[in-house]
C-alpha cells in the first residue's frame, strides 16, 4: 500500500494516465469519502486536458448513477453504483455493453458480478487523520503488471 494525501491524487491519475486505453476500467474501491470521485474527477480532468478540450464539471454520479465525458473519439463512463441493490439495476445499466472506444470508471464495482478483464482496481483506505490516506493498486489483464512505486 501507499501512502498519499488528496493533494497528491493528480500525481497518481498523471501516471494511470499514461497506460489507459479506449477498452479499460478503473474500480474505485472504498468506504464513502475517502476519495473515489475526486480520483475519478482527476483522471477525467487529465484526459480532456491531454485532448485538448475544455475541462468539465465532472460531478459524483451518486443520483444519477451515470455520467459520460465525450472526449474527442472516445467516451468516459463514470458510474456509482452506491445506491444500488439488485443485479438487475446494475444489468440494466447494460454496463458490458459498448466497450469499445469507451473507459469506465466504476465507483463501488464490488456490486458487479461480471468483472472486466482489463481493469485496474484502486482501493482507497483512510489512515487515522482524514488527510492521510493508502492507497492499493492491482491490476488484471494489461493492467497485471502496472506498478507505481510512489505517488
Same mark, same amino acid.
Given at each position: ?63 444519477? @448513477?451515470?455520467? &459520460?465525458?465525450? #472526449?474527442? !473519439?472516445? +467516451?468516459?463512463?463514470?458510474?456509482? *453504483?452506491?445506491?444500488? /441493490?439488485?443485479? %438487475? ?34 482501493? @482507497?483506505?483512510? &489512515?487515522?487523520? #482524514?488527510? !492521510?490516506? +493508502?492507497?492499493?493498486?492491482?491490476? *488484471?489483464?494489461?493492467? /497485471?503488471?502496472? %506498478?507505481?512505486?510512489?505517488?
Amino acid at each position: 500500500m501507499l501512502k498519499y494525501n488528496l493533494s497528491q491524487i493528480d500525481n497518481l491519475s498523471k501516471k494511470i494516465l499514461s497506460k489507459i486505453y479506449k477498452t479499460d476500467c478503473i474500480y474505485l474501491f472504498g468506504e464513502l469519502g475517502s476519495g473515489k470521485t475526486t480520483f475519478a474527477r482527476s483522471l477525467i480532468h487529465q484526459l480532456q486536458e491531454k485532448n485538448k478540450i475544455h475541462k468539465t464539471e465532472v460531478l459524483s454520479p451518486t443520483f444519477n @448513477l451515470l455520467h &459520460e465525458y465525450q #472526449i474527442k !473519439s472516445f +467516451k468516459v463512463l463514470h458510474y456509482d *453504483f452506491y445506491r444500488l /441493490k439488485k443485479n %438487475k439495476e446494475i444489468e440494466q445499466l447494460a454496463i458490458d455493453e459498448n466497450s469499445k472506444n469507451v473507459i469506465k470508471i466504476i465507483e463501488w464495482p464490488e456490486k458487479i458480478k461480471r468483472k472486466n478483464t482489463n481493469r485496474l482496481e484502486i482501493t @482507497l483506505h483512510y &489512515e487515522t487523520d #482524514i488527510e !492521510s490516506r +493508502k492507497i492499493k493498486l492491482k491490476g *488484471f489483464g494489461k493492467w /497485471k503488471n502496472f %506498478k507505481i512505486d510512489a505517488i
